[in-house]
């Protein structure tokens, strides 16, 4: 016997074109927290999902307990006691908390002795207690369509513990958290392992295993780079190992050259489906070269701002483009006028998941020359096409300009969306949370993209939650608090704790 509760031997993972895990070995302590460090596509969601029995290894062995096991469903994971939230919530819209909590495994007891029937009164109270012990307050009898994704996560963490989980995965779960849930969350994983549980904690942020993980494995390009101690590594060697180079993490930023006005927003007013208006009189214009970066917590106006000015929403009030009124148009009109939009939400609005990379490069051309003549599409163009932005944009994918976008990381994901509308040559560009998610040499990458792109007079409109983006790139700071804009300053004359008093609405001055 030995004191590890999980062990992978020489864990080797192929997919069509791509090694995902190349004779991975690691082995996890009973009770620690334990974090998986990688750029995006390193392998780590494919790693874990071997452990949870969602895919089986091509070679290499898995001990649990010191078991030798074959873990082949997650049915069985759940047997070992292994638990995992996914990056992508897996819960039914339409159904309660509850019903999510126990889908699968519901408590039969039996009514008048023989009519199996759901127990949900003990049910219920099972969940209360889990609740209260870990501090994961929800309403056990709202659907999971009703409540936001910090909440749906808090499901998903139940949902493990109701299974009695005792080995906790976690893939990437801050990233789709503001700060302030982030660092309740980073509480209830301490409170899971103070409690006895193992922690796996799939991340690329590294500020998160310096506050809560033991050890951190670090993989680059499917291999084991190196198992650290966190306490005694810092957050530079950490970050320099995982990309594989030196990461600079100041963005080199020249002075700005600001031209002529593109952007002019006047009296903009967004209504959501509910009628409650969302942006309240918004004014204000972009100039060439300039980046106008707007601050906000999630939730402020600043999305449905983005996404009025793409054509996206209906808004009323006044939008110009290089002085032409473009209130009016279509999406597609507004893009032919010389708008991009790189959108939050990559997978549902950026991204055809289920076409080709090289199909999805030209996405917004493919219906003009060389990729359709008299109607009909021609294939090599798309592949040429796409493997000469593959090149220039460093997207890392399993078959180059036929992989299907689906099978590539969310980094590489991403890189696509900023090449395809980056060539388009626009003069505006909007950006929404462009670097969510993403690990910091993807990051690294897009902002350096975003600031070349300034450099060359684009207009840039910047939608960000994280304040250290936009004091580092922008030119000119917005602050949106409940749908007004609450100060707009040159970049230099405010400090980001100013900012941050802008958006709690704490008006200095
Ligand atoms: N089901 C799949 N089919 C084909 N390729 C995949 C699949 N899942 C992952 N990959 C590829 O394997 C590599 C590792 O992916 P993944 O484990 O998701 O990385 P990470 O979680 O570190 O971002 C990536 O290049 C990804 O495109
Ligand atoms: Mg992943």
Redesign the pocket.
């Known amino acids: 016997m030995n004191d590890y509760i999980v062990e992978m031997r020489h864990i080797t993972k192929r997919?069509?074109g791509?090694v995902?895990n190349d004779d991975v070995s690691i082995s996890i302590k009973k009770g620690e927290i334990y974090a998986i460090l990688?750029e995006?596509?390193?392998?780590?969601?494919?790693?874990m999902s071997m452990l949870f029995g969602m895919y089986e290894p091509d070679e290499g062995e898995i001990f649990i307990r010191g078991k030798r096991e074959s873990i082949s469903s997650p049915a069985y994971a759940a047997k070992l006691n292994i638990g995992m939230v996914h990056q992508h919530f897996k819960l039914v819209q339409n159904y309660t908390i509850t019903e999510n909590i126990i889908l699968g495994m519901e408590p039969k007891s039996r009514f008048l002795g023989f009519l199996p029937s759901v127990d949900v009164k003990g049910t219920n109270k099972k969940i209360a207690e889990l609740s209260k012990r870990y501090g994961l307050e929800v309403d056990p009898k709202k659907k999971i369509e009703e409540i936001g994704v910090s909440t749906q996560q808090r499901v998903e963490i139940l949902k493990m513990l109701y299974r009695e989980a005792e080995i906790l995965i976690f893939d990437e779960p801050t990233a789709v958290l503001t700060p302030q849930e982030i660092e309740f969350l980073l509480e209830i994983i301490r409170e899971l392992r103070n409690s006895g549980k193992t922690i796996i904690l799939?991340t690329h942020k590294l500020e998160e295993i310096k506050k809560v993980a033991d050890r951190c494995a670090i993989?680059c390009r499917g291999k084991l780079v190196d198992v650290l101690d966190v306490k005694t590594t810092s957050t530079k060697t950490m970050a320099n190992l995982m990309v594989g180079r030196e990461i600079n993490f100041r963005t080199e930023k020249t002075e700005a050259n600001f031209g002529e006005k593109v952007l002019s927003v006047s009296g903009l007013d967004v209504r959501n489906d509910d009628g409650v208006s969302v942006v309240k009189d918004v004014s204000f214009d972009i100039k060439a070269g300039e980046i106008f970066a707007v601050a906000g917590v999630s939730g402020n106006g600043q999305e449905e701002l983005a996404d009025a000015i793409a054509g996206l929403i209906k808004s009323s009030g006044s939008i110009s483009l290089k002085g032409a009124d473009i209130s009016e148009m279509t999406v597609r009109e507004r893009s032919e006028m010389g708008i991009s939009y790189i959108p939050q939400d990559r997978q549902e609005v950026g991204l055809v998941l289920d076409f080709s990379l090289g199909e999805n490069l030209a996405l917004k051309d493919y219906y003009k020359e060389p990729f359709c003549k008299n109607g009909i599409l021609h294939h090599k163009a798309f592949l040429i096409h796409g493997q000469k932005l593959i090149d220039e944009y460093d997207i890392?994918?399993?078959q180059g300009a036929k992989t299907q976008v689906r099978?590539?990381?969310?980094g590489n994901q991403q890189k696509a969306i900023v090449a395809r509308e980056i060539i388009s040559d626009s003069a505006l560009m909007i950006f929404v949370q462009p670097t969510r998610g993403l690990d910091i040499g993807a990051i690294e990458n897009i902002h350096r993209q975003i600031l070349s792109e300034r450099d060359k007079g684009k207009a840039i409109l910047l939608i960000s939650l994280e304040l250290e983006e936009i004091i580092s790139l922008a030119d000119t700071i917005g602050v949106m608090y409940s749908g007004e804009m609450q100060t707009i300053a040159a970049a230099g004359s405010l400090t980001s704790n100013q900012v941050g008093e802008f958006m709690m609405g704490v008006r200095s001055v």
């Not at 995006?40 to 790693?47: I, Y």
């Open positions: 997919f069509p791509i995902a990688g995006n596509g390193a392998g780590k969601s494919t790693l799939i993989l890392r994918s399993g099978s590539m990381s969310g």
